[in-house]
């Protein structure tokens, strides 16, 4: 898809939200540009008509400490129990792995082993494995263990060409500390049980387990923090 | 002895509900063992291998897709990989088909020009995770679209600033969590086919607005205009954005001649400048009624009550079509021993039986709205999936403290096609596990619909009435019922 040297610059909707190192465009100009790469010459590359200049705004896609709602968790956690098998892979096999994952970077325990079995492990074109891995980068962050989330990034940047590149963009990003808008609906999920559902609900709209994939991830995170307040 | 193959897709990205699909229906093919889809990533390939599911000789590279299958003979196996092959290709195919529905509103906007350019979009139905409804909203607004927003848990950040949008632009904002509308006579979420009158209703209160809108119906007095808030807009917060907007709207609509607001008891300095806002209405000559769940009734320039069916006779009698809630004949006048259970799925519902109750004396009630997020988490609605309640309504005939149920049935549009049959099994198994015991149970309940409800009103209230269940024409004489019968018609 991509020859040397390009960059993947992924450009979403607002339905979708943001992506990290994305580029987030209005509805009309969104269903144009698929249009006109859908129509695109592969040898030309993509014609883009139409564009205007705009006021382009960055957007601060960092995870960064919440208070974690003890009841919340629970409710998060029961939902990444349903299976989703594809063939002969079923991404629980992954989500089994990211609570080891997620103590070891606590305890800087060596994650080498399991960062082998998870990295472009898994069903789909982000494979399980990667959305559990950055499931649990975000989650470490929202627990507050961001030193904890940055060493643990550091040891996944050197795997990232055993992935797609699809989901070495994402990695990549979350491995430094930033995540796409869904990330950070599903770790809205953790601040009360008021608001898990409505996680819960969104992550069952990503892929066909992607979004259970990274909320078992960030459940895995955020739990082992020492520092969970009681439910009200 | 079995045949094993594989086939590579060099740089072919599908997404991963495809790839199941894909996956699932090549290994239901008879002779095919089994099959893996997936990006030969190296953590796959070494999947593949311990599963004794990797073909010798396989050359591929993370982003190659690659198929597996093993089946029992070679030419089973060829066949269901170009099964594969070709549901991959269709796939492909079909994502270029220009017919795919409208995924954004600028596209739904565009798709309805393109249909019928003299009746373009007037609204945006939004239905979607919270986090992100607010920004289809103002999106929305922005292209001159009215919004009805069902989605919960938008932040009242979110609210405030959309709602300001809408004011701005004079356009409706209903919601967020708003269930509940009827816009020019077309329902929207939850909501009952109610007949055409001259009745406004302003909602910040979903089975609220259903249970007075039937009632009007049921008076033949008929709604002009039911337009759902959200139940956070009468907030300190919110301030009354939208409740503001709508009586501007229902004061300017000809077709509108007795306003009536239907909400919890609002934010006190909100509840001071509403009133006067209603006084200045009604001066000018439109009744209004401020049906305010637990406030004491008043009679002033604006009628207050306290109840849905307060709310409901004050504005059928304003219309000119007196409500009569007779007193059904044959009721019980005893009741079996023990607590009153309301096992609810209208929260407002809920609310008005718990007030009653309160207000009949009874301080042993548990009234659960079994539609809030807390019961709910992750499962549909019981308006929608009535089994999570008939589950616990079968569970109370084995609670020996509970002697009368209080039940509401909502039907209507958004409502499960038979609510009434879930309830009736398992009032049946609680009545079976009372007797078992040497005990009974008394259910008591009302129908929140019209006749016009596509569920059919009779059917439903025949079912329930075949089940022993005693039915009042309101929720309110429900309750009331039930805390008479708890404080003076208990048996021994």
Same mark, same amino acid.
């Given at each position: 898809?991509?020859?040397?040297?390009?960059?993947?610059?992924?450009?979403?909707?607002?339905?979708?939200?943001?992506?990290? !190192? !994305?580029?987030?465009?209005?509805?009309?100009?969104?269903?144009?540009?698929?249009?006109?790469?859908?129509?695109?010459?592969?040898?030309? !590359?993509?014609?883009?008509?139409?564009?205007?200049?705009?006021?382009?705004?960055?957007?601060?896609?960092?995870?960064?400490?919440?208070?974690?709602?003890?009841?919340?968790?629970?409710?998060?956690?029961?939902?990444?129990?349903?299976?989703?098998?594809?063939?002969?892979?079923?991404?629980?096999?992954?989500?089994?792995?990211?609570?080891?994952?997620?103590?070891?970077?606590?305890?800087?325990?060596?994650?080498? #082993?399991?960062?082998?079995?998870?990295?472009?492990?898994?069903?789909?074109?982000?494979?399980?494995? #990667? #959305?559990?891995?950055?499931?649990?980068?975000?989650?470490?962050?929202?627990?507050?263990?961001?030193?904890?989330?940055?060493?643990? !990034?550091?040891?996944?940047?050197?795997?990232?060409?055993?992935?797609?590149?699809?989901?070495?963009?994402?990695?990549?990003?979350?491995?430094?500390?930033?995540?796409? #808008?869904?990330?950070?609906?599903?770790?809205?999920?953790?601040?009360?049980?008021?608001?898990?559902?409505?996680?819960?609900?969104?992550?069952?709209?990503?892929?066909?387990?992607?979004?259970?994939?990274?909320?078992?991830?960030?459940?895995?995170?955020?739990?082992?923090?020492?520092?969970?307040?009681?439910?009200? | 002895?079995?045949?094993?193959?594989?086939?590579?897709?060099?740089?072919?990205?599908?997404?991963?509900?495809?790839?199941?699909?894909?996956?699932?229906?090549?290994?239901?093919?008879?002779?095919?063992?089994?099959?893996?889809?997936?990006?030969?990533?190296?953590?796959?390939?070494?999947?593949?291998?311990?599963?004794?599911?990797?073909?010798?000789?396989?050359?591929?590279?993370?982003?190659?897709?690659? @198929?597996?299958?093993?089946?029992?003979?070679?030419?089973?196996?060829?066949?269901?990989?170009?099964?594969?092959?070709?549901?991959?290709?269709?796939?492909?195919?079909?994502?270029?088909?220009?017919?795919?529905?409208?995924?954004?509103?600028?596209?739904?906007?565009?798709?309805?020009?393109?249909?019928?350019?003299?009746?373009?979009?007037?609204?945006?139905?939004?239905?979607?995770?919270?986090?992100?409804?607010?920004?289809?909203?103002?999106?929305?607004?922005?292209?001159?679209?009215?919004?009805?927003?069902?989605?919960?848990?938008?932040?009242?950040?979110?609210?405030?600033?959309?709602?300001?949008?809408?004011?701005?632009?004079?356009?409706?904002?209903?919601?967020?969590?708003?269930?509940?509308?009827?816009?020019?006579?077309?329902?929207?979420?939850?909501?009952?086919?109610?007949?055409?009158?001259?009745?406004?209703?302003?909602?910040?209160?979903?089975?609220?607005?259903?249970?007075?809108?039937?009632?009007?119906?049921?008076?033949?007095?008929?709604?002009?205009?039911?337009?759902?808030?959200?139940?956070?807009?009468?907030?300190?917060?919110?301030?009354?954005?939208?409740?503001?907007?709508?009586?501007?709207?229902?004061?300017?609509?000809?077709?509108?001649?007795?306003?009536?607001?239907?909400?919890?008891?609002?934010?006190?300095?909100?509840?001071?400048?509403?009133?006067?806002?209603?006084?200045?209405?009604?001066?000018?000559?439109?009744?209004? @009624?401020?049906?305010?769940?637990?406030?004491?009734?008043?009679?002033?320039?604006?009628?207050?009550?306290?109840?849905?069916?307060?709310?409901? @006779?004050?504005?059928?009698?304003?219309?000119?079509?007196?409500?009569?809630?007779?007193?059904?004949?044959?009721?019980?006048?005893?009741?079996?021993?023990?607590?009153?259970?309301?096992?609810?799925?209208?929260?407002?519902?809920?609310?008005?039986?718990?007030?009653?109750?309160?207000?009949?004396?009874?301080?042993?009630?548990?009234?659960?709205?079994?539609?809030?997020?807390?019961?709910?988490?992750?499962?549909?609605?019981?308006?929608?999936?009535?089994?999570?309640?008939?589950?616990? @309504?079968?569970?109370?005939?084995?609670?020996?403290?509970?002697?009368?149920?209080?039940?509401?049935?909502?039907?209507?549009?958004?409502?499960?096609?038979?609510?009434?049959?879930?309830?009736?099994?398992?009032?049946?198994?609680?009545?079976?596990?009372?007797?078992?015991?040497?005990?009974?149970?008394?259910?008591?309940?009302?129908?929140?619909?019209?006749?016009?409800?596509?569920?059919?009103?009779?059917?439903?209230?025949?079912?329930?009435?075949?089940?022993?269940?005693?039915?009042?024409?309101?929720?309110?004489?429900?309750?009331?019922?039930?805390?008479?019968?708890?404080?003076?018609?208990?048996?021994?």
């Amino acid at each position: 898809m991509l020859g040397a040297g390009r960059r993947q610059l992924v450009i979403t909707s607002d339905a979708f939200g943001l992506v990290p !190192g !994305g580029m987030q465009v209005r509805p009309p100009e969104f269903a144009r540009l698929r249009r006109d790469l859908a129509r695109r010459d592969p040898a030309r !590359g993509a014609a883009i008509h139409g564009w205007r200049p705009a006021v382009v705004e960055p957007a601060d896609l960092r995870v960064t400490a919440i208070d974690i709602d003890s009841a919340a968790l629970d409710l998060l956690e029961r939902a990444t129990t349903a299976p989703g098998a594809i063939g002969a892979f079923d991404p629980s096999r992954q989500r089994a792995e990211a609570s080891a994952l997620a103590r070891a970077a606590r305890d800087g325990a060596d994650v080498a #082993d399991t960062l082998l079995r998870l990295i472009g492990a898994g069903p789909g074109s982000t494979p399980a494995g #990667d #959305d559990v891995v950055a499931g649990v980068l975000a989650g470490l962050r929202a627990a507050g263990l961001s030193e904890a989330a940055a060493e643990l !990034g550091a040891r996944v940047l050197p795997l990232l060409g055993r992935t797609t590149a699809a989901s070495t963009h994402y990695l990549e990003a979350a491995a430094t500390g930033r995540f796409a #808008d869904r990330v950070h609906a599903l770790v809205a999920g953790l601040r009360s049980a008021r608001s898990a559902p409505a996680a819960i609900r969104a992550a069952a709209t990503f892929g066909a387990s992607s979004g259970t994939d990274l909320l078992a991830g960030i459940v895995a995170g955020a739990r082992i923090t020492p520092a969970i307040r009681k439910s009200a | 002895m079995t045949s094993l193959n594989s086939r590579v897709f060099p740089r072919l990205y599908r997404d991963s509900v495809a790839l199941m699909a894909i996956a699932s229906s090549t290994e239901a093919r008879d002779g095919v063992d089994r099959v893996g889809a997936v990006m030969a990533t190296p953590a796959n390939i070494a999947i593949l291998d311990e599963s004794a599911m990797l073909p010798t000789g396989l050359t591929a590279a993370p982003d190659d897709l690659v @198929i597996v299958v093993r089946g029992d003979t070679d030419e089973i196996v060829a066949e269901a990989l170009d099964a594969a092959e070709a549901a991959l290709t269709s796939v492909e195919s079909a994502r270029r088909n220009e017919d795919r529905p409208a995924a954004t509103i600028g596209e739904g906007i565009q798709a309805m020009a393109a249909e019928d350019s003299d009746r373009p979009a007037t609204m945006a139905a939004i239905s979607i995770p919270g986090t992100y409804a607010a920004v289809v909203a103002e999106r929305a607004l922005r292209d001159g679209l009215h919004v009805f927003c069902f989605s919960d848990n938008v932040p009242v950040e979110d609210e405030i600033r959309v709602k300001g949008l809408a004011r701005e632009r004079r356009l409706l904002h209903m919601g967020p969590d708003c269930g509940t509308a009827i816009i020019d006579g077309v329902p929207l979420g939850f909501a009952n086919v109610v007949r055409r009158g001259t009745v406004g209703i302003v909602a910040a209160s979903g089975t609220g607005a259903q249970e007075v809108s039937r009632l009007l119906d049921l008076a033949g007095a008929g709604i002009s205009q039911l337009i759902g808030v959200g139940g956070r807009d009468l907030s300190a917060e919110v301030d009354g954005l939208m409740t503001d907007l709508a009586l501007d709207l229902l004061e300017d609509d000809a077709d509108t001649g007795v306003i009536a607001i239907v909400s919890k008891p609002p934010a006190g300095p909100v509840a001071d400048r509403l009133l006067a806002r209603l006084a200045a209405i009604a001066q000018k000559g439109t009744p209004t @009624i401020a049906c305010f769940l637990g406030a004491e009734d008043t009679d002033g320039e604006v009628t207050v009550r306290g109840t849905l069916e307060g709310g409901a @006779i004050a504005a059928a009698a304003a219309a000119g079509h007196p409500l009569q809630v007779d007193a059904a004949s044959g009721l019980p006048t005893t009741a079996p021993p023990g607590r009153v259970l309301g096992l609810y799925t209208g929260g407002t519902l809920a609310s008005e039986a718990k007030l009653l109750l309160k207000r009949g004396g009874v301080t042993d009630a548990e009234v659960l709205d079994l539609g809030d997020d807390e019961y709910t988490a992750g499962k549909p609605h019981p308006m929608i999936d009535p089994e999570a309640r008939a589950t616990r @309504i079968a569970a109370a005939g084995s609670d020996a403290g509970v002697g009368i149920l209080l039940l509401d049935l909502v039907i209507g549009y958004g409502a499960s096609p038979d609510p009434a049959t879930p309830v009736v099994e398992a009032i049946g198994a609680a009545r079976a596990a009372a007797a078992a015991d040497g005990r009974e149970l008394l259910v008591i309940g009302s129908v929140c619909g019209t006749p016009a409800d596509p569920q059919g009103l009779d059917r439903q209230r025949g079912l329930l009435e075949g089940a022993g269940v005693v039915l009042t024409p309101t929720n309110a004489a429900a309750a009331r019922l039930a805390a008479t019968l708890h404080t003076t018609g208990a048996r021994a």
